[in-house]
């Protein structure tokens, strides 16, 4: 997992220049990306990168960045949870049972 001190949106928008253009919401029991809510089978998207964003000022603010993809079509994306008490229950089921293959390298997203 990386802290950052860049704000959500700042890393978001890094992300997506990087390719992580698709918004992976969840849908039932599954993560749907594509239009019309077509779901997307959980054992095929893989976390690729965690950033945690703190709230120092308000606990609000505080957040889980998720860099994901689909392993079957390459598609690449970005999912927002809640932290601690903010975070979605159902996000939290789901998210559990997707593997994190996060590489442990220096990361410009999460540098000001």
């Known amino acids: 997992m990386i802290f950052t001190e860049k704000t959500l949106s700042e890393v978001m928008e890094i992300l997506r220049k990087r390719g992580y253009t698709e918004d992976f919401n969840l849908l039932e029991e599954h ?12 054992t095929d998207i893989v976390i690729d990168k965690v950033y945690r964003f703190t709230g120092l000022n308000d606990l609000d603010d505080e957040a889980t960045l998720y860099a994901m993809r689909n392993t079957r079509d390459g598609a690449l994306g970005v999912f927002v949870n809640g932290y601690s ?3 979605d229950p159902r996000a939290n089921k789901i998210l559990s049972q997707i593997p994190i293959q996060e590489i442990d390298e220096d990361d410009g997203a999460a540098h000001k």
């Open 31 to 42: 993560i749907s990306y594509k239009e019309g809510g077509e779901k997307v089978n959980i």
């Open 85 to 87: 008490i903010y975070s």
